[in-house]
């Protein structure tokens, strides 16, 4: 029998600040999801670090004695990474580098190097490269000897492993060939987009892992790649989907994220244009979640970001058979949100979305399935009419579906 390969994960350790904006409790939040970032990344967490500050220090983030307790901790226990949970400046991440003497990644580099590890087609690595190149360009200075002392790991793939030596002139070459590279398969691919026809596009959109592969798996019957990981999937797949006798183009599109790096969105504007171009879109959200409403809100963000927050939304609330709702205590007498049932919820979303845009389903477990496709084809086939009146008769109510 072949032995099971043994994974060696990089001890890290993250770190985080209670602000006038972001209380402890919702940093907690933040830095479990920077710990699940960090696992996917390839590392293991050793220990949480956290301070109250009105606001970053200039030059360390957080405030002296801090950082030296960070610096014995991370000596004292070889601890070879240091997250960031929030966006550090070039300067900071100098001056950090140098204290503690071990690699020093904010959020943002650490998405990208998901990114890096996940990008598996040409198109999704250079997109990759390129953000990676435009976060690396104002952090030039003093970094190369760092990286070229610790090799490897976590926030070094890419071009931190070969181009060590690369100056801002080589650098800002290299942006504009990425950038020339992809405006070149952007045309390829609108190209492509526009010989679909008139068919009717439908488009998954939500937080990363909220399960819309799997549902793509479950009502396209293909076999997109599913994996209880953070960006599992990159690249855009499209498949053409028939519920009844109704063609339509279903898209399911990279995991948005709470703090997406700018660079990303920059150069990943091509791949949303799946979401731009959509008729409609299926905003999938892990109500499982105990902080889902605020991936619905960080969705919305982005899709005002990409110009598509006017587009006709059906709210999918998938994982309904993982979802546990906590027991009134006896202290408490009236029900908050943790306490609700799933028809609580129902009737939340319902009173504010209106029956037509919220569905409940479990994408795993097949539950309310048959309700989701009926209103997927009411929505699509609602589309088809209105674009195609002549085509009415072709397309009953799905009630008439023999």
Known sequence: MLEKQQIAFEKTVIVGMISSTQNE????????????LTQTAGGAVAKRFSQKLDKPNPKTFLGTGKIDEIATFVKNFDVKTVIFDDELTPAQQKNLNKI????????????????????????????????????????????????????GGIGMRGPGETEIET????????????????????RQMSVQRGNRGAMVRIALVGYTNVGKSTLMNAISKSEVFVEDKLFATLDTTVRKVVIGNLPFLLSDTVGFI???PTQLIESFKSTLDEVREADLLLHVVD????????????????????ESQDKQVLMVFNKIDAYRPQPLSKDEIEKTEKNFSI?????????RLGEENAIFISAIEKSNFEEFRKRVYDLARKIHVTRFPYNNFLFPDYEDIE
Do not use: C
Not at 29 to 34: A, G, K, N, P, S
Not at 287 to 306: A, G
Not at 343 to 351: F, G, L, P, V
């Open 343 to 351: 028809e609580d919820w129902k009737n939340t979303w319902m009173s």
């Open 258 to 260: 709470r703090k997406l």
């Open 100 to 151: 503690f003497d071990a690699k020093v990644l904010d959020r943002t580099n650490l998405i990208l190097d998901i990114f890096a590890q996940r990008a598996q087609t040409s198109y999704a690595r250079t997109q990759v490269e390129l953000a990676q190149y435009q976060y690396l360009l104002p952090r030039l200075s003093g970094m190369w000897t760092h990286l070229e002392r610790q090799r």
């Open 25 to 36: 409790e919702k940093l907690n939040e933040y830095l479990d999801e920077l710990e699940f």
């Open 167 to 186: 100056d801002r002139r080589i650098v800002r070459d290299r942006i504009a060939l990425l950038k020339d590279k992809i405006k070149v398969i952007d």
């Open 287 to 306: 109500i499982s979640h105990p902080e889902f409403e605020d991936h619905i809100n960080s969705v919305n963000d982005i899709l005002r970001d990409i």
